[in-house]
């Protein structure tokens, strides 16, 4: 149980588009989400924790209007990577709260700007 | 705010030997939890260990153990019987009661590397 997906897996887009990362939770409902952005080496990077039918919770410095967040469901959230800069290229990660109350995580997606 | 340090940037291990990971953390808070995340190559980020901080007894989990100091502030993980399938980077973790959020504040993480 507490299995949480991503997709795509990986992607490549060019600079200046815009791309949409998927994240669900396959065998149970959460209502809140979490986005982590991740480089090479390094710890996970808390974007923004996404709450169902209501606006995200963004942490300082991260661009609002660039990484769009929507949880539209009590098994999905989104993240919209807007106008993609290669500087965006990252590992994006995201989880979402049991029942539990502990965090399962997606396997991640790796973003690549051009 | 709360802070997490991992001080081991990387550590190594012989196969079949015993390795411990430092964390200390920081915190004004009497109740939380501590947690250990193993992220091997293909960057899935796994639940090793889980300490609440109200139970004095360490957490175990088959081959992983942890030393929990709640006065020291000090939470290190012990893997014994170190096996190739280990190699991985370690994060330690913090997290406060449920009724403040359920964010993780991560450490910097441990790049461990196993010798065969």
């Known amino acids: 149980g507490a299995v949480v997906s991503q997709h795509p897996s990986r992607v490549i887009c060019k600079s200046g588009t815009s791309v949409k990362i998927e994240c669900r939770s396959l065998?149970?409902?959460?209502?809140?989400m979490f986005w982590y952005r991740q480089f090479p080496k390094q710890s996970l990077m808390l974007m923004a924790t996404?709450?169902?039918?209501?606006?995200?919770?963004?942490e300082q410095g991260v661009e609002k209007d660039k990484f769009l967040i929507n949880h539209a469901s009590l098994t999905l959230s989104t993240l919209t990577v807007t106008s993609a800069h290669p500087e965006d290229s990252s590992f994006y990660i995201c989880?979402?709260?049991?029942?539990?109350?502990?965090?399962?995580f997606g396997p991640g997606t790796r973003l690549t700007v051009t | 705010a709360q802070t997490v340090t991992q001080s081991q940037p990387e550590m190594s291990v012989q196969e079949a030997e015993t390795v411990t990971l430092s964390c200390t953390y920081d915190?004004?808070?009497?109740?939380?939890?501590l947690f250990w995340y193993k992220q091997p190559p293909s960057r899935q980020m796994i639940l090793v260990i889980r300490?609440?901080?109200?139970?004095?007894q360490n957490a175990t989990e088959n081959r992983f153990s942890v030393n929990f100091q709640k006065a020291a502030k000090s939470f290190s993980l012990k893997i014994s019987d170190s096996q190739l399938g280990d190699a991985a980077m370690y994060f330690c973790?913090?997290?406060?009661?449920?009724?403040?959020?359920?964010?993780?504040?991560f450490g910097a993480g441990t790049i461990l590397r196993v010798k065969s």
């Open positions: 996404s709450n169902e039918g209501s606006k995200a919770t963004y």
């Open positions: 915190t004004s808070e009497s109740d939380y939890y």
């Open positions: 989880s979402a709260r049991g029942r539990d109350y502990e965090q399962y």
């Open positions: 065998d149970f409902q959460a209502t809140t």
């Open positions: 300490q609440e901080a109200y139970k004095q």
């Open positions: 973790a913090y997290r406060r009661l449920q009724e403040y959020g359920n964010k993780l504040v």
